[in-house]
C-alpha cells in the first residue's frame, strides 16, 4: 500500500483565496483524520470520520473551515476565504478502528497564505 | 480536563549516550498511550504503544517506553542513540470516549 497521500504537498495562497487540501486514506481503514501543526499550538485534531460521516468537528476553527469525505478513498479540507493565519502544515491520518488502533499519518500539506 | 504534558521542549545528547524522553497525562483512567517521531518534512510515524499488560512496551528503531500508572507516565527510552534519532518525537494520549490528543513534542538534537 502506498500509504496516506496527500495533495498537494505545498500550496501558497493569498489572502481571501479558497484552499482545497485533499487526502486519499489507506485502503480499508474506517477513520479518517485532519490535524493541524503549527508552533504555537503544536497538534490540533480538526476532525474526525468514521466510515464517511464526521463523527467530531468541534476541533475546526471556525465556519471558513469545512470538510468532506464523499466516499470510502477521498476527503477535502477547504478553506474559505483563506488567512495568514491559517499557515500551517496539515496533516491527514488513518486508521482501521478508533481508539487502540495506530494512526497512519500522511506526509503533510504545508500550507503558506500571504 | 485531558492533557499530555511533555515537560521538555528540547534535548540534546551526544550519540551513543542514553536518552529519555518524558511524558506525563491527566485522565481519569488508563488511557491507550502512543508514541510517535516526526523526522523534518516528514509526517508523523509510530514508535510504540500500549493499550495494556506488560508495561514495558518494546517499539520500532530500538526504542522502548514503560507505563507507570501510580507517576501517569508513559516515558521514551533509548539505550544508545544514532544521530539518525535527531526529530520531534510526540507522546499522544486516547481515552474511551475521548479524542486523540497529542502533547506537545520534544525535540531531540544529537551531537556526533
Known amino acids: 500500500d502506498a500509504g496516506v497521500i496527500q495533495s498537494p504537498r505545498h500550496e501558497v495562497t493569498e489572502m481571501g483565496q479558497e484552499v482545497t487540501l485533499r487526502c486519499k486514506p489507506i485502503s480499508g481503514h474506517d477513520y479518517l483524520f485532519w490535524y493541524r501543526q503549527t508552533m504555537m499550538r503544536g497538534l490540533e485534531l480538526l476532525i474526525y470520520f468514521n466510515n464517511n460521516v464526521p463523527i467530531d468537528d468541534s476541533g475546526m476553527p471556525e465556519d471558513r473551515f469545512s470538510a468532506k469525505m464523499p466516499n470510502a478513498s477521498f476527503s477535502t479540507l477547504k478553506i474559505q476565504p483563506s488567512e495568514p493565519r491559517d499557515s500551517a502544515v496539515y496533516f491527514c491520518?488513518?486508521?482501521?478502528?478508533?481508539?487502540?488502533?495506530?494512526?497512519?499519518f500522511g506526509p503533510g500539506t504545508r500550507l503558506t497564505v500571504l | 480536563a485531558q492533557s499530555v504534558t511533555q515537560p521538555d521542549i528540547h534535548i540534546t545528547v551526544s550519540e551513543g549516550a542514553s536518552l529519555e524522553l518524558r511524558c506525563n497525562y491527566s485522565?481519569?483512567?488508563?488511557?491507550?498511550l502512543f508514541w510517535y517521531v516526526q523526522s523534518p518534512g516528514q509526517g508523523l510515524q509510530l514508535l510504540l504503544k500500549y493499550f495494556s499488560g506488560d508495561t514495558l512496551v518494546q517499539g520500532i528503531k530500538g526504542f522502548e517506553a514503560e507505563f507507570k500508572r501510580s507517576q501517569s507516565s508513559f516515558n521514551l527510552r533509548k539505550p544508545s542513540v544514532h544521530w539518525s534519532d535527531a526529530a520531534e518525537y510526540f507522546c499522544?494520549?486516547?481515552?474511551?470516549?475521548?479524542?486523540?490528543?497529542f502533547g506537545p513534542g520534544t525535540r531531540l538534537s544529537v551531537l556526533p
Open positions: 491520518a488513518s486508521s482501521l478502528s478508533s481508539g487502540s488502533d495506530t494512526q497512519y
Open positions: 485522565y481519569g483512567a488508563t488511557p491507550y
Open positions: 499522544a494520549v486516547e481515552s474511551y470516549g475521548q479524542n486523540f490528543v
